[in-house]
């Protein structure tokens, strides 16, 4: 706690030193953690002001057509085939290195293949949209419904294609440990999209506008968080058609497909439950599952705010060759997460009865095996999640996508066998057994032994010195 309260301040530290980058990584690492949650509070009370906003002005139909629309987001997320991560991974590195051209380069060549993807998007949506039925494929009734179909997608899209070659300036922030800067201009733009939302009904636009609203003003902050970033913070780093290069594009390409697949796999692992559920188990049983476990994981998504930020920090130290604060810095995190989710785990499995009745009542079936299965789940996708933090800094991503796979393969094929066999803990304690045994075990034993070399290297370092 000591060492947390020594680098809370807004001043940087010198870092010409060991300790000044040790303690200059940390503080940078609080204020993205301590930005991101702002901007997640933001979120939440947008969402909340919105949400009666818009359902009192749109009804039912409509609104539910705006919610289908926006669903396909989550498969529109993998659009940028995982080049964001391989930018926070590359940038990380230059950081480390003091190496303003490498970043420049890589940049460049993300830039310009998102906006290639974005190009090849909009070309394909624009020949298979007019053929496309919208208000069938919704299967919206009233009139204005069925008229706003089409163009409420448009939008929608369009919104989503302008943001994705922007989408990379959060990353390259977060690849120079600055995520706060993103975080603040998120916060920015989830105030002013309120505003805006409340002028559109004012106005009594049409679905459409109020597409445009909630989807392009992120697209706007990200367009202005770039202006400051290329314009101000670090004009060096102004994408150049000069810098393209074939073989650094090869391998953008290359490990950002190791990303995509990585995303993928984690969809399916932690997201395919309460499809199983559902198939196996019938629709009601889904209720029983899903509930207690929006429970859990509030803690996850909050250590994952201060998880996210040690990424960069852990690339950068890497690359200085600060091996051993990133291997202390490790050890610490993962601890820290294991301790902090296990005793949250514990009060949930005590007082899961209680706190469920208070919350939605008898709708939920309480069962202890679930509970306690969801516990131990819980604490240990966070460990996983710690560990991998490391693994994706120091470049592991081969690594990680081959137990990625292999887990989600025979993760899904247990949670089926289960479901039928045992019931709802089946499920969650088929994902703990082969999360267990195919990713919290490779990640151990490799992180043991590079920990081993790295104080043997050491050891001898002293020994010749």
Known sequence: MSTILSVIRLRPFDTSTIEGRSNERLRRVFWTAAA???AKAVNTLTILVTVPITLGYLGAERYGLWMAIAAFVVFLGFADLGIGN???NLVSEANGKND????????SNAFFMLIGICLSLALLFMLVYPYVGWAQFFNVSSSIAREEAGPAVATFVACFLVNLPLSIIPR???GYQEGYLSSVWQGISNLFGLIALIVVIHLKAGLPWLVLVISGVPALGNALNGISLFGFQRPWLIPRRQDLNGLLAKQIVWVGFLFLILQVTNAIIYSADNIIIARILGPEAVTDYAVPSRLFIILPNFLYMFLAPLWPAYGEASARGDD???IKTLVRATLATFGLCLLASLFLIVFGKQILQAWVGSVVTFSLALMIGLGVWTTLQAVITAMAMFLNAIDKIRFRTIFALLTAF????AKVVLAGSVGLPGVVWGNIAVAAC????PYSIYLTKRFANNKKHSSSASCSA
């Open 324 to 326: 051993s604060w990133a």
């Open 410 to 413: 025979f993760a899904t094929l």
């Open 86 to 88: 391989v930018i926070l």
């Open 36 to 38: 991101s949650a702002l």
């Open 438 to 441: 195919l990713t919290l075990m």
């Open 172 to 174: 390259i922030q977060m």
């Open 100 to 107: 303003v051209e490498s970043a420049r380069m890589c940049i």
